[in-house]
């Protein structure tokens, strides 16, 4: 039965990495995929969610601080060693490699943990971005495949363990928000 998935898998590895490359997609997939190219739009985001977003900006920004400090070390330090599987550029031969293959493990992908929590928290208070921020986050999933350093169910997995940690925290928030202001009602009577 495994052996089943892995040929699912494998399968459209090869159909995102070489059947639909096109030169188009190798340019600009290579800059989707590296999170450098984006902390300035991070520090945008995170400063308009203090600054313009009201109290639910407050709040989406503090639950995706909590989430980057905890996802990122959670998966790439403990789930990923748990899994131990190999990149397909690790494993595979005739993978496209348009990025670095790294060193780390290959499942679940942390970009896509990343990126699916944070479209998750992001939609929960501003439910209006959610397309975008959806798309944003597949995107950068699908790059991870497409550039050969994930198989597709890496960024699946990394896509489901994103949006169970987001709806974690956001329950963590409603709780404190519920607790914080019975306590100000109670110093208040």
């Known amino acids: 039965m495994i052996e089943f998935f892995y040929s699912i898998d494998l399968f459209f590895f090869h159909l995102c990495n070489s059947w639909i490359a096109n030169p188009v997609m190798d340019a600009v997939m ?36 909590a ?43 942390t970009h896509a943990v990343n990126n699916f929590k944070a479209e998750l928290v992001i939609s929960a208070y501003f439910p209006k971005a959610r397309w975008l921020v959806y798309s944003i986050a597949t995107l950068v999933a699908f790059s991870r495949v497409y550039v050969g350093v994930h198989y597709p169910s890496d960024v699946i997995g990394g896509a489901i363990e994103g949006m169970l940690l987001g709806v974690i925290l956001i329950m963590i928030a409603d709780m404190a928000e519920r607790y914080i202001g019975e306590k100000m009602r109670k110093n208040k009577v």
Do not use: H, M
């Not at 550029?89 to 679940?108: E, I």
């Open 67 to 109: 989430a980057v400090l905890i996802a990122d070390p959670l998966n790439s330090r403990f789930i990923k060693e748990l899994f131990e599987r190999q990149r397909p550029c690790q494993f595979l031969d005739g993978v496209r490699l348009l990025v670095p293959c790294g060193g780390g493990k290959s499942f679940p992908s």
């Open 30 to 65: 290579p800059f989707v995929t590296e999170v450098k190219n984006f902390y300035a739009v991070y520090v945008l985001l995170f400063v308009w969610l203090l600054w313009r977003g009201g109290k639910k900006g407050r709040i989406c920004a503090a639950v995706l601080a």
